[in-house]
């Protein structure tokens, strides 16, 4: 069998393997009822989660047999510390930005006292008694919210092992722009069911099929970067930790409850400005060429 189809068939069954048990999952919930305010829902969310690593995992070791040589499994954090920390708080600057947009644009009004947003997470109970404490203030819940990228990384290495380590690897592998591109726009229609159960956006479920996938292009070339410069899957985990946890987490209880979430939402449309002008720079310095990768 030729390299070239090897790689094919690689690609092929990790697409299936990918979808066909994340989207099991992610169905089930419907069967009994269940929606995103169900503690039980997170029980199936989880399991989808990990489909890519699953895959990858599957694919590397039985279907093409090419071991995990380039699966970047190594830290290599000592030479690439200001790219784990870019990875780490470049959500923070995307939510400033997206504060700042919302109210210049008069899009959506930011609430910094977060009552708003314990109202809602409180479901129609006391947020007193229901909101965990640290969330009732701002400054701890950034805290918060920046020590759980840190220890939520292993969680979505579950998915950047799949994507990163080795989709976007194995598509166009000499030319890291277009198989970001493609990755990004795949990533985004494996969301598909979750978000059609409102995950990231509630109030405009089918609209967000389309936003949505913008978005995971803009991260695909981020999170591409990354991995790239770094030679490790590591800090492509932790910016997409840090998405969810300090980027989605801060902007939910900053704008929850508020109007216009599909613009204010992490994942909103907002949010395309300054990832947008990261991945411009990306693209035009020339960061994405295959001579800048480590391995």
Known sequence: MSAQNKTTRGIVAYLLITFAMAWSFWCIPLLFGLTLRSPSYFLFLLPGAFSPAIAAL??????????????????????????????????????????????????????FSLERAMNNLANGQNPLETVPRALRFPFVAVLQALLIAIIATPLLWGEEFGWRSY??????????????????????????????????????????????PVFTVLLSIILGWLRLKTGSIWSASLAHSATNAIGGGL??????????????????????????????????????????KRV
Not at 85 to 110: D, E, G, K, M, Y
Not at 269 to 288: D, E, K, N, V
Request: aromatic letters at 14%; hydrophobic letters at 55%; glycine letters at 8%.
């Open 58 to 111: 599957i694919v590397r070791k039985w279907v093409t047999h090419e071991g995990f040589a380039d699966a970047g499994l190594r830290l290599n954090f000592r030479n690439n510390r200001r790219y784990y920390l870019i990875a780490w708080l470049l959500p923070l600057l995307v939510v400033a930005i997206i504060v700042l947009l919302a109210v210049v644009f008069r899009i959506s009004t930011p609430d």
């Open 167 to 212: 989709l976007q690897i194995r598509l166009m592998a000499h030319r890291p722009l277009p198989a970001a591109i493609i990755t990004g726009v795949i990533w985004g229609i494996w969301h598909f069911p979750i978000n059609l159960q409102g995950y990231n956006y509630p109030d405009n479920r089918i609209l967000g099929l389309f936003i949505f």
């Open 251 to 292: 902007t939910i209880l900053i704008f929850m409850g508020g109007p216009n979430w599909l613009f204010v939402g992490y994942t909103g449309i907002l949010s395309w400005i300054p990832l947008g002008a990261l991945c411009a720079w990306i693209i035009l310095t020339g960061q994405l060429t295959p001579e800048n």
